[in-house]
Each structure stands twice: as C-alpha cells, then as structure tokens.
Nanobody
C-alpha cells in the first residue's frame, strides 16, 4: 500500500497563490506518475496536473500557465504551486500516485478561492 498525505490547502482571495504538497510513504517502489486531481462542489473529479518519474508533465487546459508541478523522487514528494487563483479553482484537491494499473489517493485538501 501507498499512503499519500496532502498539505497546503486553505482560503485565498482571487488572484492569490497557494502551494499544495503531497508526501508518499509505504510501498513506494516503482511509483511512476504522481499528480493532482480535484473535485468541485456538484462536479466530477477532474485532472489538474500530473508528472512522471522522468519529469514529463501534463496539465488541464484550465490551469495551464497558472499552475506548475514538481516532484522530488528522492523524498517521494510532489508539489503544486498555484498562482492567479480563480473562484472556479475552489475544490477538494487530491494527490494521486500510480504504480502500474493501481492508483492510490490521498484524503484531499480543501482549496477555497473567495473574496
């Protein structure tokens, strides 16, 4: 099993910034892709950004140019700096890690963008 613990969520005004972090522990060998999904109220969970162990990144169109993603393979952490936040970014953000066909999920951290 892989345990994922997120941190860094909170309340921020529109245009502000937050940085989410996720630490993986447990059976972390051979983890390939790590990243973030989010679920806004009344909506389905959607991809935000992912990064492979080799550093290849993928972003949702809605966050391109505002969010970045980085990964420290030695520390088994992944980070999501989020800039120029909008009210529509309000959601619970979930860290994810994939090993082969198996996806692991964190408990989620709330991000609220509101004035």
């Amino acid at each position: 099993q892989v345990q994922l613990v997120e941190s860094g969520g909170g309340l921020v005004q529109p245009g502000g910034s937050l940085r989410l972090s996720c630490a993986a522990s447990g059976s972390i060998f051979s983890i390939d892709t790590m990243g973030w999904y989010r679920r806004a109220p009344g909506k389905q969970r959607e991809l935000v950004a992912t990064i492979t162990s080799g550093g290849y990144t993928n972003f949702a169109d809605s966050v391109k140019g505002r969010f970045t993603i980085s990964r420290d393979n030695a520390k088994n952490t992944v980070h999501l700096p989020m800039n120029s936040l909008k009210p529509e970014d309000t959601a619970v953000y979930y860290c994810t890690a994939r090993r082969g066909p198996v996806h692991y999920w964190g408990q989620g951290t709330q991000v609220t963008v509101s004035s």
